[in-house]
T-cell receptor
Framework: NAGVTQTPKFRVLKTGQSMTLLCAQD?????MYWYRQDPGMGLRLIHY???????AKGEVPDGYNVSRLKKQNFLLGLESAAPSQTSVYFC?????????FGSGTRLTVV | RKEVEQDPGPFNVPEGATVAFNCTYS??????FFWYRQDCRKEPKLLMS???SGNEDGRFTAQLNRASQYISLLIRDSKLSDSATYLC????????????FGTGTSLTVIP
């Protein structure tokens, strides 16, 4: 049972490049989330999904898009990366109580 | 105003010490409460849930005061392995079952 798997673990992008972060969970959880974590800011919700085919904006959605075509996968896209998007990105899933997090993606935009 | 506020610390304590972390939350509609632990460069992991009656898990004791909207975590007999950041978390069972995280309190246990 792998839990929540994020890929890639590390990435360096140039300003203006695009990329997709993949989150996969094998626990049949309905809810999935993308957070970013920055020093002194804590975890901030980017987007979330309450089920297959649904997505919603969180606290800091600008510059990101998401898709949940399959229940087990939640993709986070950056269409045109900016240095302000340098951060650690965590995916999480839940069914009722408690979140399970992936191990994170460290993204640097130069 | 942030949903969850924590003292960021850092707390530097000797092995064997007792240390307490506090947290306040702003929304009285909050339904469930947790402490998560995050090691350096790792993902947050659930440490324990927090119940109204207070609960204990080994050396860890969590308390909730709904009237004051206050949550606490007490660690007794600190170990070197307790060094981490402790995140206070509340859930309002709103749309999306969103959790609201404090910025975390940093603890270093010194030999």
């Amino acid at each position: 049972n792998a839990g929540v798997t994020q890929t890639p673990k590390f990435r360096v992008l140039k300003t203006g490049q695009s990329m997709t972060l993949l989150c996969a969970q094998d626990m049949n959880h309905e809810y999935m989330y993308w957070y970013r974590q920055d020093p002194g800011m804590g975890l901030r919700l980017i987007h979330y999904s309450v089920g297959e085919g649904t997505t919603a904006k969180g606290e800091v959605p600008d510059g990101y898009n998401v898709s949940r075509l399959k229940k087990q996968n939640f993709l986070l896209g950056l269409e045109s990366a900016a240095p302000s998007q340098t951060s650690v990105y965590f995916c999480a899933s839940s069914r009722d109580r408690g979140y399970t997090f992936g191990s994170g993606t460290r993204l640097t935009v130069v | 105003r942030k949903e969850v506020e924590q003292d960021p610390g850092p707390f530097n304590v000797p092995e064997g010490a007792t240390v307490a972390f506090n947290c306040t939350y702003s929304n009285s509609a909050s339904q469930s409460f947790f402490w998560y632990r995050q090691d350096c460069r790792k993902e947050p992991k659930l440490l324990m849930s927090v119940y109204s009656s207070g609960n204990e898990d080994g050396r860890f004791t969590a308390q909730l005061n709904r009237a004051s909207q206050y949550i606490s975590l007490l660690i007794r007999d600190s170990k070197l392995s307790d060094s981490a950041t402790y995140l206070c978390v509340v859930n309002m069972y709103n749309i999306g079952n969103q959790f609201y995280f404090g910025t975390g309190t940093s603890l270093t246990v010194i030999p």
